[in-house]
């Protein structure tokens, strides 16, 4: 997962938590966290970049663990 992470637009590294676009503090940010139930999104930036970005790391995940990974909100 840390590979497809790294590839989604607005990577930053070098934080304990996977970060895009900026942390809590900024502006615009997303964040994951792996939890029991599954991946857990969250985020303060408009909602066409929100659907699009999680489009695609969507998708990025179908492709790389080889099983349907989708949006559970949508």
Avoid: N
Wanted: overall charge negative.
């Amino acid at each position: 997962m840390s590979t497809v992470y790294k590839q989604m637009d607005g990577w930053i590294d070098g934080y304990d938590h996977p970060y895009w676009f900026g942390t809590e503090e900024d502006d615009l940010y997303i964040w994951a966290s792996v939890e029991l139930s599954g991946l857990l999104l969250s985020g303060k930036v408009d909602e066409g970049i929100w659907i699009g970005w999680v489009t695609v790391l969507c998708a990025k995940l179908t492709l790389a663990l080889g099983r349907e990974i989708h949006d559970a909100e949508a």
